[in-house]
Structures are given as C-alpha cells and as structure tokens.
T-cell receptor, first 112, second 113 residues
Framework: KNEVEQSPQNLTAQEGEFITINCSYS?????LHWLQQHPGGGIVSLFM???GKKKHGRLIATINIQEKHSSLHITASHPRDSAVYIC??????????????FGKGTKLSVKP | GAGVSQSPSNKVTEKGKDVELRCDPI?????LYWYRQSLGQGLEFLIY????????KSGLPSDRFSAERTGGSVSTLTIQRTQQEDSAVYLC???????????FGNGTRLTVT
C-alpha cells in the first residue's frame, strides 16, 4: 500500500467548475506539499502545510492532521489549470530533511 | 532569471557511458534536493544537501550514482556506467531554509540508449 494516496487519478472538468483533489497518508508527517506539474514537466510548489488551511488566489489547501487527509480545491477552474497535481509529505521523524514521499499525482484537464 | 537552473535540459547517452547533470539553485538557498521521475512513475527522492554536506543520501539507487555540491551552490549529479533503467527526468529543487517552499528546476531528461 502506498503511503500517500491521491484521488482521483484523473479528473476532467468544465471551465468554471469547483474542483477538489484529495490526498490521504498513512504516516506521521511534519509537513505536506501540494505541487503542480505543467504539461511541459516543470514543477511549481503551490502550498506547504502543517495545519489548517491556506489560500492563494483561486487555490485553497486544507489539512486535517488527525484524519491524515488533505484537500486541494480550485475555484472557478480554467483551462490553464490543466496540469498534474502532486501531494507530497515529509515524514515526522528525527532524521531526513530530504525524504519527501510523493503521491502518484492527479491529472486535471479543464475543458473550455 | 532567478529560478533553479538545470543543465542540460536533454541528454541522450549510450549505455555504459557516464553522465553529469548540473543544478544551479537559487542564490542563498542552503538546501538542495535531487529527485527523479521515471516515465509513468511518481517523483522519487535521491539526495539532499544542506550547504555542501549531504545528510541524506538514502534515495540514491545504486553506487553508480553520486552527487556533490561545492561552495554551497552548484550541485552535480553523476551517473556512472549508465543503464537503460536510468532513463528519467532528473529534477533539482532548492529552498532557503526549513519550513519554506521548494523551488524546482525544469529538469534534465536523460535517455539511455
């Protein structure tokens, strides 16, 4: 079983729709990242969360530490939001700063 | 620009040859990370640098892989005696300090023929 599970794997939406991408994890974490990978391969860090909720423009990320779950929401979706969205967690034990564990990503296509 | 720069952007090499991949992090970023994304797979951690030292090399898949960082800046990932399974996009990321967001480069697409 993967330690980080994302759902759905693929998502097609119409422009303007509200979108939710989910991430569940099974380990103790110190932080969770949401990343956006563009069709050309470039990766942008959207959010880093350790609790609560963050908002940036039309993007909102929430995390529930007790339930080991995070969601990424996109309001008023647009075709330019089409990308792969990746959830990654940093483990919560004394050692590694480097060892992010990645979900397999959610491929989002927003149709005009 | 001020982003993380990786070179080359594409590299095709013959099986058995050595390759060097370069990462120029954002100036002032003390932490530097190498990741790998194989075709159809998720991202995989390789190695982490804090300054010039590598406290976490746990992701390097074999002793053919090595990396160094000099002057707290540029890092080089070296793959010796490349194999076809090394074909992947190699991504570098940096950040200024713990708790701050990662900034990714555009990656080097390595193809081993």
């Amino acid at each position: 079983k993967n330690e980080v599970e994302q759902s759905p794997q693929n998502l097609t939406a119409q422009e303007g729709e509200f979108i939710t991408i989910n991430c569940s994890y099974s380990v103790g974490i110190s932080a969770l990242h949401w990343l956006q990978q563009h069709p050309g391969g470039g990766i942008v860090s959207l959010f880093m969360l350790s609790s609560g909720k963050k908002k940036h423009g039309r993007l909102i990320a929430t995390i529930n530490i007790q339930e080991k779950h995070s969601s990424l929401h996109i309001t008023a979706s647009h075709p330019r939001d089409s990308a792969v969205y990746i959830c990654a967690v940093r483990l919560d034990y004394g050692g590694s700063q480097g060892n992010l564990i990645f979900g397999k990503g959610t491929k989002l296509s927003v149709k005009p | 620009g001020a982003g993380v720069s990786q070179s080359p952007s594409n590299k095709v090499t013959e099986k058995g040859k050595d390759v060097e991949l370069r990462c120029d992090p954002i100036s002032g970023h003390t932490a530097l990370y190498w990741y790998r994304q194989s075709l159809g797979q998720g991202l995989e951690f390789l190695i982490y640098f804090q300054g010039n030292s590598a406290p976490d090399k746990s992701g390097l898949p074999s002793d053919r892989f090595s990396a160094e960082r000099t002057g707290g800046s540029v890092s080089t990932l070296t793959i010796q005696r490349t194999q076809q399974e090394d074909s992947a996009v190699y991504l570098c990321a940096s950040r200024r300090d713990k708790g701050l967001p990662l900034h990714f480069g555009n990656g080097t697409r390595l193809t081993v023929t």
